[in-house]
DNA sequence: AGAACAGGAAACCGATCGGTTTCCTGGATG
DNA sequence: CATCCAGGAAACCGATCGGTTTCCTGTTCT
């Protein structure tokens, strides 16, 4: 048997699909779907050969990049699940997180809503792997919601999904730099939300 | 002299630089910024000794088509400058426009805010003009807003944009059909905004 | 030590791209 | 009628792309 696992942390040592997945997450982010193979091969430190048979496509080396990134990002920007926050502060906990993310200079928006519109074909396979990961977004609202107890928890986790999408887009496209801008709608939707209870 | 502009409405008798314009605003916005020249000018009916005579290069082509069709899409979202509406009502009436328009199965989202997620790259042409048109609507929300009194008018114009691009993005990427969403979520906070007046 | 193999470097291939050029036609001009 | 020219069709060109193949090196297993 070989080992392929290397010691964690040991920069050039990762596995090359590890590698790939790495360099593809970044350059599908910063350069959008054009960016060429060789490219994406040469910064992840893996010849086309492995490349290719590892993977069928690129489209599929994205599509696994964004598959393998996905909880990475949701465990990131929820909540920890067994702490004394309220659904109020948990909720805020990831407009908090957004705006933090995007305080980066290097903020290009959220990965899979980019992925969505850069692809139009929503059958695409990197497409479905980011409708999924979004989707776990608005999950988490709703559950929040209904456990606050609000009215209509439906319509408050899609309020606050519209709010993640919007604030990240155009924090993304250099539109807004959203100081406070993300918590404070949330905030002012949820309330709204608990008043109408 | 010859005869420049046809006339009117006459489907095959535009001028190439129009009929140019149409098919490039379509297909970027349908297909992205990958479809190839050979594509635009057969959609056109223009040959490419055309299209480069008239235009530096395909990119010149995309921020030129969306220049031209900028007016009319600010246009058709905002109110008529002269009405009986007040404030409230003429900022409603840009949602109401929007849900309007991602009703239909062919909407795509924003193309401005698609067309700068697409070319990251700021300093393009294309996305230089989609910013201008991007900030003309929170321009409207903010003088809107200070028309209607409220306390903080810049606050509530971002956040106004904020729902206007995440409401668009969602309905384009297929995560929401917005049935009443986005105008319930602008007139909560229009209205949370007047109540700290 | 020798064999087997994972995997990087790079040549290679056909298709396609952005862009240029050549050629030709049909309608306006004198 | 002769001319002119805007503009479409299409050949063409070099660069580049996605993908395949060949070759070779360093490591691991026996």
């Known amino acids: 048997m070989t080992t392929k696992k290397a010691a964690a942390g040991t920069p050039g040592k990762a596995t090359p699909r590890d590698r790939l997945l790495d360099a593809a997450g970044e350059l599908f982010y910063r350069e959008g779907v054009g960016i060429p193979t060789d490219a994406l091969c040469k910064a992840a430190g893996v010849s086309k050969r492995s490349m290719y048979q590892l993977f069928d496509s690129k489209d599929a080396v994205f599509a696994a990049a964004l598959e393998r990134g996905a909880p990475a990002l949701v465990a990131w920007l929820l909540p920890p699940p067994e702490g004394e926050l309220g ?39 990197a497409s479905v792997v980011a409708a999924r990961a979004k989707r776990q977004l608005v999950d988490f609202f709703r559950a929040e919601a209904q456990r606050a107890g609000v009215a209509e928890p439906d319509l408050l986790a899609r309020q606050l999904a519209v709010v993640y999408d919007g604030a990240s887009t155009r924090a993304g496209i250099g539109a807004d730099d959203l100081r406070g801008l993300a918590v404070a709608t949330a905030a002012t939707l949820i309330d709204a939300a608990r008043l109408a209870e």
């Open 87 to 125: 659904p109020r502060e948990r909720l805020l906990y990831v407009f908090e997180r957004l705006e933090q993310a995007a305080r980066s200079p290097n903020y290009l928006g959220c990965p899979y809503a980019a992925a969505q519109v850069e692809l139009k074909d929503p059958s695409h396979a």
